[in-house]
């Protein structure tokens, strides 16, 4: 995979921009844990600032509802079961971050213990970046 990120299908009604993205280190961790749980998804539920932590289910193992905004699909199956990986967010949370693109990477250290990667000595955290367009 070249050393870009991977934008998110658009999923929001009326917008025709991404607003998440994975770097090539998520995709990639992201690859070693579908072949481990089978297809997953993302909830982004707190935090105020980079660095907060998406937490990563094995998909429909956290129940979304009406409180929930479904921000991006993401297309990582290389090889894998063709189903998109889901990006959600509280929508609590969407009101706070809505001016925002926010970047799904990987670090050292361990996530928390509900999130399928806290095994592996990595965890998911954002990055953020303002948008430079009116939402």
Same mark, same amino acid.
């Given at each position: 995979?070249?050393?870009?990120?991977?934008?998110?299908?658009?999923?929001?009604?009326?917008?025709?921009?991404?607003?998440?993205?994975? %770097?090539?280190?998520?995709?990639?961790?992201?690859?070693?844990?579908?072949?481990?749980?089978? *297809?997953?998804?993302?909830?982004?539920?707190?935090?105020?600032?980079?660095?907060?932590?998406?937490?990563?289910? *094995?998909?429909?193992?956290?129940? %979304?509802?009406?409180?929930?905004?479904?921000?991006?699909?993401?297309?990582?199956?290389?090889?894998?079961?063709?189903?998109?990986?889901?990006?959600?967010?509280?929508?609590?949370?969407?009101?706070?971050?809505?001016? %925002?693109?926010?970047?799904?990477?990987?670090?050292?250290?361990?996530?928390?213990?509900?999130?399928?990667?806290? *095994?592996?000595?990595?965890?998911?955290?954002?990055?953020? %970046?303002?948008?430079?367009? *009116?939402?």
């Amino acid at each position: 995979m070249p050393n870009q990120r991977l934008d998110a299908a658009v999923t929001l009604p009326g917008e025709n921009f991404s607003r998440v993205a994975l %770097t090539p280190e998520a995709v990639e961790l992201l690859q070693k844990l579908w072949r481990q749980h089978g *297809p997953l998804m993302f909830h982004q539920s707190g935090g105020c600032c980079d660095g907060s932590s998406p937490m990563c289910f *094995p998909a429909g193992e956290f129940i %979304t509802g009406d409180s929930d905004v479904l921000l991006g699909l993401f297309d990582i199956s290389d090889g894998l079961k063709p189903e998109p990986l889901e990006f959600w967010m509280s929508r609590e949370q969407f009101e706070y971050w809505s001016h %925002t693109h926010l970047t799904v990477d990987v670090v050292a250290g361990r996530g928390s213990g509900f999130s399928v990667e806290s *095994p592996e000595g990595k965890r998911f955290l954002i990055r953020s %970046t303002l948008m430079d367009w *009116p939402v």
